[in-house]
C-alpha cells in the first residue's frame, strides 16, 4: 500500500500531519466531544494558574505564548512535565524510586492522554566541564568505538606503528635492564572492574599463586583483603621475582610465558635499577613497589608492542579513548585539558615594560629583601646576553621570553633559571599567609595542559589514528567539516563490516546537529561554554536523532541565540519531531515559530495574580483575531514598536576602539563602538558576537576600568577608555545562590525596608534594632525553619515534602518581631507583596520607592519581593540588575554590556525593556547589547553586524553603521531582515 509522506503511524492509526502552513487541525473536543487524542487538563493551579482547563492536540506542533510571568512555564513544566516525570517514577520499584530526585505532584486536578515527557529547556542542567557537545549527542561514544576497532596504533614516544611483541622479545627487554636490578613479573587478571572478585583471587590460589597485587599493593593471596564490590579493582597474579644477573634466561623464559598464558598475553613488569634503589628512602627497604620507593612499571604486550622503543600498551578498548576513565584520561590534568596554574597574560600584562619598571606583574609589591632574591633568580637568565632588566620585554628574541617564564633545560643540575612559572608556584605552595597566596591567586586560572595540549586524552589515545587523523583531531572541526570527513572515509575490506555502521550513525548525527544551525560547533566543545539556546538545539538534535515516537517534547525557548535567518532551521528541527510522531510544546514569543505552530495557546492576560488563565487558544489566525490577547494584537500589527524618528548622533572623537581582536573565530577584527548610544551587535549563530563583547571587551574594559584581574581575549589596541568611569555587565547569572536572597535585598530595597520597621514605636520601646528584621541572622527569626518559612520531611522512596513551618506558618519571623507593623503590615506581609503593589504601598518612602519602581519599570511588577532568587529565570535575573542600576544612580559615563536581553520576553515586554535602555543612555551611559531581536536591532543608535557566516565563516566586520545603513548592506543577512521591518 501506498503511504502519504505526510501520514505517521501512531496508536495504531494514521494520523495526517500538518504542515508549517495551510490547514490547521481543528480545536481538540470540537463539537462538544471529547477528543481522545487530546491532552486534557483539568483545573491546573500551579504557581499563578487559576484553576486552568485547556486540551492540547497531540502529535502536534504546540506553542504556548503569553507575557513575562504570566504562567506559561507553569503550564508547560511545573504542570506537564511534572506529572508526567512523576508518572514514570511512580512506575518504578519502590528500590528504584529512591535514586531519583523526585518532583511533588502538581497541583492539578487531573490530566488525560499524557504521554512520556522529555524536557528540553534552557537550564545547563548537570553538565560539567567533562560534558562535550560529542558526549551529549553521544556521537563521541561512537567515535571512541570506531577508534577502538579500526584505528591504526603507533607508539606514543617514536610514532613508530605498534605490533605484536613475542615472548622471547619481552624476555630480551628483561635482560636488558642494569645488573642487579629488582624485577617482579606479573600477569594482568583483572584492569578496571568492579566487584569483589572473590572467585577469582580462589581460583588464583588453586593455580598455585603465592602473592597477588591489589589496587598497587602486594599481599600473600590467603591474607588478600576483602573488596568492595562497588569500587574498581586492578588485580595481578605475582609470577616471579627475581633480580638481574648471569644465569637466569631459563628461569626467565618460564617465568613469561607463564606471566602471557595467565595474564591473556599482558605481562606487567615492576623493577627496580641500583640507581633507584639509591635514590629511594632508606626506610623502604625496597618492599613497597610503588614510584615513591623508586620503582618502575613497563607493560608488554604479545598483541601490541612498538618494535623501536619494546614498549607495550594495553590492549585498544573504547574507554582508551574516554577522557572520562582513568585508562584514557590525561593523567596530568586528568582529562580536564586544563589545568590550574599561573597564567603567562597574567604574570605578563604588558610586554612593553622591562624587568625593572615591573613587566612581572606578581613581583611589582615585592619587599626590598624579596626583591633581592629575584635579582638573584634572574641573574643566571639574564648573564651574556645581548638584553638586560632595562630592556623591554617585547625586545627580546621569542626563545628567551619562552625561557623566562618555562625556565632553562636542566637548570636544577646546572644551577640555571628555573623558570618564572616554577618559582610562582613554589611561592605559592610556600605562603605564610592566606593574603600573600589570595594575593597571588590573582595571577592563575586555567592554562591547557602542556602534557596533552589540551586534549584530554593519554598519549596512546593520541597516537591512534583512523585515516591519518587522531580522534581529538577530528573532534576539533567543526560539525559541518567533521560530517565531510567522515562521510569520505574509506575502509579496507577487512575493516569496512565494522567501520561502516559507526561511520553512518555519527554522519547521521553529525547531519542533525547541522541542521539543527549548530554546525559551527565542534564535537569537542564543552558544554558549560554552549549558551543556553546552543546547548538546547544541541538537544534537540539529540532528541531528533534518538527516533522516539509517541513522546511529549517540551521545549523552552528554543529561538535563544538564533538570527532570524536561523529560524527555519529550528522550525524545521522541532516538525521533524512532530513528524516522528510525537507532540512538541515550545514556550516561546518568536512571532515566526508561532505562525507555524498548529495550535497557539496564550495565557495571561498580565503576570502573576494578574495571569494565569487561557485568553486565547487555536491556530495562529484565530489566536491573531481575539479581540483581548495582548499576543493577538501583535500578531494581526496592531501593536507595534516604532521606529524611532531620530536617532542620538554619533561622533568619531567620543568612541571606544579596539583593534586586532583574535579570540577564537575573530579575523583581526577591529571595531568602532560610538559612545553615548544603544548600540547592538548583530549576527548569525556563531559569527563571533560573544568572542568579541564578552570574551574580548567585556574582559579588558573590566581590567582597565574595574581592576579585575580578568583575562581578555587576544587584542592590539584599546582606545578611548579615558572617557568612561565604570564598566558594568548585566548578564544572566543568578543574584544569589541562596534562597535567602531576593529581587529586594540585591537592589537594597529590603534595607531600607527593614529601617522603616526598626525605626517603628514599637521596636523603639522593646529596643530592636536592624538585624531583628533579617530572616538570615538570629533573633527575629523563627529558628524552627531558620527563617526558611518551609521545613522539609523526608519521605524515603517517596519526594521530600516542603510543608509551612508549624511555629511561624510560613512568615519567616517570630511572633514578637511580626508585631511590629507599618501601615497595618507586618515585615512577612511586605515580603509577601508584589513589586506593583509595594510600589504603591511605599510611595512615599522615596529610598525604597526608588529602586522598587525601578523593578516595575523592567516588567517586574508581577514578582513576589521575598520570591528567592534560586527561583528566577535568567531573564528576570539580568532585568533585576537593570533595575538596580536605574534605582541607584551613580554619576559618570558607564559602558553596559547585556546579552540577549530580551530573553523570556513577550513584544509587550520588549517595549518595556527598550525603555529602560533608553533611560541609561539618556543618563550619559552607553549600552552595548548582543541582541538578535528585529525590534532593538531598529531602535538602536549604532548597529555592528559579524559574520557573513557562523565557525570559520565568521569572525568579520560585515556592516556597520544605523540601521537603516546597515539595511542597504547586501552582504548581511541582518540587513536583509532588518529591510523587512523598517519600511
Given at each position: ?652 572623537s567620543r568612541s571606544l576602539e579596539i583593534e586586532g581582536a583574535e579570540l577564537h573565530n575573530l579575523k583581526s577584527l577591529s571595531v568602532t563602538i560610538p559612545l553615548g548610544a544603544l548600540v547592538c551587535v ?135 518581631t511580626l508585631a511590629v507593623r507599618y501601615k497595618q503590615r507586618s515585615i512577612a506581609d511586605v515580603l509577601a507583596m508584589q513589586v506593583d503593589e509595594a510600589v504603591e504601598f511605599f510611595k512615599d518612602v ?138
Amino acid at each position: 500500500m501506498a503511504t502519504d509522506a505526510g501520514i505517521t503511524a501512531t496508536d495504531g492509526a494514521t494520523t495526517p500531519v500538518q504542515p508549517t502552513s495551510g490547514p490547521r487541525p481543528a480545536a481538540p473536543g470540537a463539537n462538544g466531544r471529547a477528543d481522545s487524542a487530546a491532552i486534557r487538563i483539568r483545573g491546573a493551579r500551579a504557581n499563578n494558574l487559576q484553576n486552568v482547563d485547556v486540551d492540547l492536540p497531540r502529535n502536534r506542533l504546540i506553542v504556548i505564548t503569553g507575557v513575562s510571568g504570566s504562567g506559561k512555564s507553569s503550564l508547560a513544566f511545573d504542570t506537564l512535565l511534572a506529572e508526567g516525570q512523576r508518572q514514570y517514577i511512580d512506575s518504578l520499584s519502590v528500590y528504584a524510586r529512591q535514586f531519583f530526585d523526585q518532583r511533588e505532584r502538581p497541583d492539578v486536578d487531573r490530566i488525560e492522554g499524557l504521554q512520556p515527557a522529555v524536557a528540553i529547556d534552557q537550564s545547563q542542567g548537570s553538565h560539567s566541564p567533562r560534558s562535550t557537545v560529542g558526549t551529549i549527542t553521544e556521537a563521541y561514544d561512537y567515535l571512541r568505538l570506531l577508534y577502538a576497532r579500526t584505528g591504526e596504533m603507533a607508539c606514543a614516544e617514536c610514532g613508530e606503528p605498534i605490533s605484536q611483541q613475542a615472548p622471547e622479545e619481552i624476555e630480551q627487554a628483561i635482560l636488558a635492564l642494569p645488573a642487579d636490578s629488582r624485577a617482579m613479573l606479573l600477569a594482568p587478571l583483572v584492569q578496571g572492574r568492579k566487584g569483589k572478585h572473590a572467585e577469582l583471587l580462589e581460583e588464583a590460589r588453586k593455580a598455585g599463586f603465592v602473592r597477588v597485587r591489589i589496587d598497587g599493593l602486594t599481599y600473600p593471596i590467603e591474607d588478600a583483603p576483602p573488596l568492595g564490590a562497588q569500587k574498581t579493582h586492578d588485580i595481578d597474579a605475582v609470577i616471579d621475582r627475581v633480580v638481574i644477573r648471569d644465569g637466569l634466561e631459563e628461569r626467565l623464559s618460564e617465568s613469561v610465558r607463564l606471566a602471557v598464558r595467565h595474564g591473556d598475553g599482558v605481562v606487567r613488569v615492576v623493577y627496580q635499577t641500583p640507581e633507584d634503589r639509591e635514590k629511594a628512602s632508606s626506610d623502604a627497604g625496597g618492599s613497597a613497589y610503588d614510584p615513591e620507593h623508586g620503582w618502575r612499571e613497563k607493560l608488554y604486550n604479545t598483541r601490541y608492542a612498538c618494535p623501536s622503543c619494546k614498549t607495550g600498551v594495553a590492549e585498544v578498548e573504547p574507554r582508551t579513548f574516554s577522557f572520562n576513565s582513568p585508562y584514557g584520561a590525561c593523567p596530568a590534568c586528568d582529562g580536564m585539558g586544563v589545568d590550574e596554574g599561573f597564567d603567562p597574560e597574567l604574570v605578563l600584562p604588558d610586554l612593553s615594560l622591562s624587568l625593572a619598571q615591573g613587566a612581572i606583574a606578581p613581583w611589582r609589591s615585592s619587599t626590598p629583601a624579596a626583591k633581592k632574591k629575584q635579582d638573584k633568580a634572574l641573574a643566571p637568565l639574564l648573564a651574556g646576553k645581548p638584553f638586560d632588566a632595562q630592556t623591554p620585554l617585547e625586545q627580546w628574541p621569542e626563545e628567551a621570553l619562552q625561557t623566562l617564564l618555562t625556565g632553562e633545560a636542566d637548570a636544577l643540575q646546572k644551577g640555571g633559571f628555573l623558570g618564572l612559572l616554577l618559582l610562582l608556584e613554589e611561592a605559592h605552595r610556600g605562603a605564610k599567609s592566606d593574603a600573600a597566596r589570595e594575593r597571588l591567586d590573582a595571577y592563575r586560572g586555567k592554562v591547557t595542559c602542556p602534557d596533552c595540549n589540551g586534549s584530554r586524552l593519554r598519549p596512546e589515545a593520541r597516537s591512534c589514528r583512523v585515516n591519518g587523523m587522531a580522534i581529538h583531531e577530528l573532534t576539533s572541526l567543526s560539525i559541518r567539516d567533521a560530517h565531510a570527513r567522515l562521510s569520505d572515509l574509506e575502509f579496507d575490506d577487512d575493516r569496512r563490516a565494522v567501520a561502516e555502521p559507526i561511520v553512518r550513525e555519527v554522519v547521521r548525527r553529525l547531519k542533525f546537529l547541522q541542521e539543527s544551525g549548530v554546525g559551527y560547533l565542534s564535537l569537542g566543545r564543552p558544554a558549560d561554554t554552549l549558551s543556553g539556546g546552543e546547548l538546547q538545539r544541541v538537544r534537540l538534535a539529540t532528541g531528533i536523532g534518538s527516533g522516539l515516537v509517541g513522546v511529549m517534547y517540551l521545549l523552552d525557548e528554543p529561538s535563544i541565540g538564533l538570527h532570524p535567518r536561523d529560524n527555519r532551521r529550528l522550525i524545521d528541527s522541532m516538525r521533524g519531531l512532530q513528524r516522528q510522531g510525537n507532540t512538541v510544546i515550545v514556550v516561546e514569543h518568536d512571532e515566526e515559530v508561532m505562525r507555524a505552530a498548529d495550535w497557539l495557546i496564550d495565557i495571561g492576560p498580565g503576570a502573576g495574580d494578574k495571569g494565569g488563565l487561557v485568553v486565547a487558544e487555536g491556530t495562529p489566525d484565530e489566536v491573531a483575531a481575539h479581540p483581548t490577547s495582548v499576543t493577538g494584537r501583535y500578531l494581526r500589527g496592531e501593536s507595534i514598536l516604532p521606529t524611532p524618528e531620530k536617532r542620538r548622533r554619533t561622533a568619531k572623537s567620543r568612541s571606544l576602539e579596539i583593534e586586532g581582536a583574535e579570540l577564537h573565530n575573530l579575523k583581526s577584527l577591529s571595531v568602532t563602538i560610538p559612545l553615548g548610544a544603544l548600540v547592538c551587535v548583530s549576527g548569525v549563530s556563531g559569527s563571533g558576537k560573544s568572542s568579541l563583547v564578552m570574551g574580548v571587551l567585556a574582559k579588558a574594559l573590566a581590567k582597565k576600568l574595574n581592576g579585575a584581574a580578568a583575562k581578555p581575549g587576544p587584542y592590539s589596541a584599546l582606545r578611548g577608555v579615558a572617557q568612561l568611569d565604570r564598566f558594568v555587565k548585566v548578564d544572566q547569572s543568578p543574584i544569589g545562590r541562596s534562597p535567602r536572597s531576593n529581587a529586594a535585598t540585591y537592589t537594597g530595597a529590603f534595607d531600607e525596608i527593614r529601617k522603616l520597621f526598626a525605626g517603628a514605636k514599637l521596636s523603639r520601646q522593646r529596643g530592636y534594632k536592624l538585624g531583628r528584621f533579617s530572616f538570615n541572622v538570629k533573633g527575629g527569626r523563627c529558628e524552627e525553619c531558620q527563617g526558611q518559612g518551609v521545613q522539609k520531611i523526608e519521605m524515603n522512596f517517596l519526594p521530600d515534602l516542603f510543608v509551612p513551618c508549624d511555629a511561624c506558618g510560613g512568615a519567616r519571623f517570630n511572633r514578637q518581631t511580626l508585631a511590629v507593623r507599618y501601615k497595618q503590615r507586618s515585615i512577612a506581609d511586605v515580603l509577601a507583596m508584589q513589586v506593583d503593589e509595594a510600589v504603591e504601598f511605599f510611595k512615599d518612602v522615596a529610598a525604597i520607592h526608588r529602586p522598587l519602581a525601578a523593578l516595575a519599570d523592567v516588567g517586574l511588577g508581577y514578582l513576589r519581593i521575598g520570591q528567592p532568587s534560586n527561583k528566577l529565570s535568567g531573564g528576570e535575573a539580568q532585568r533585576i540588575k537593570l533595575a538596580a542600576e536605574l534605582g541607584a544612580p551613580k554619576p559618570g559615563s558607564a559602558f553596559y554590556v547585556l546579552d540577549e536581553p530580551t530573553t523570556g520576553l513577550h513584544a509587550d515586554d520588549v517595549r518595556r525593556l527598550l525603555g529602560v535602555l533608553h533611560r541609561l543612555v539618556d543618563a550619559g551611559n552607553t549600552v552595548l547589547v548582543i541582541e538578535h531581536h528585529l525590534d532593538v536591532m531598529r531602535s538602536a543608535d549604532w548597529l555592528i553586524d559579524l559574520g557573513p557566516e557562523g565557525g570559520d565563516g565568521g569572525g568579520c566586520l560585515v556592516a556597520a553603521g544605523t540601521p537603516e545603513e546597515v539595511a542597504q548592506v547586501d552582504a548581511s543577512h541582518t540587513g536583509q531582515w532588518l529591510r523587512k521591518v523598517l519600511g
